[in-house]
């Protein structure tokens, strides 16, 4: 099977789109490839986010807040926004979702966490239909 190319982008690459990539590193397989950015991105990932992702055993520490110039120039299979839309037309994609999550950066734990469970449904539906 020919690996799938998945690119993760929200404004700040701090929260959304990092919990989304860890996502898909967890519930993928060897045959995906993840990939976030952000298209002004903050430079650090939200302590918030590292708690959210380790309370469910994943390790966000690891990650870098990245910007679009920053990711590999290919072309995605799947490109999923959370609120940049059209701030990253130079980015080749086979096909462009939108998914209209609110930024959880301010957010307590309780709602903080129904964000992330929010986006791993989401996840886990565009893995299965990939």
């Known amino acids: 099977m020919i690996k799938k190319n998945l690119l993760f982008v929200c404004v700040e690459n701090s929260c959304r789109s990092q919990m989304s990539q860890g996502f898909a590193i967890m519930l993928g397989n060897e045959n995906i490839a993840a990939y976030s950015s952000g298209s002004k991105p903050s430079g650090i990932v939200n302590p918030k986010a590292i708690a959210s992702m380790a309370k469910i055993g994943y390790d966000l520490s690891s990650h870098d807040s990245k910007s679009l110039d920053e990711i590999p120039d290919i072309e995605y299979d799947a490109v999923v926004t959370m609120g940049c839309g059209d701030a990253c037309p130079h980015v ?23 964000v992330r469970e929010g986006i791993k449904g989401r996840v886990e539906k565009l893995l299965k239909d990939l």
């Open 92 to 114: 080749k994609a086979k096909q462009r979702i939108d998914w209209l999550i609110p930024d959880p950066k301010h957010m307590d734990a309780v709602d903080f966490a129904d």
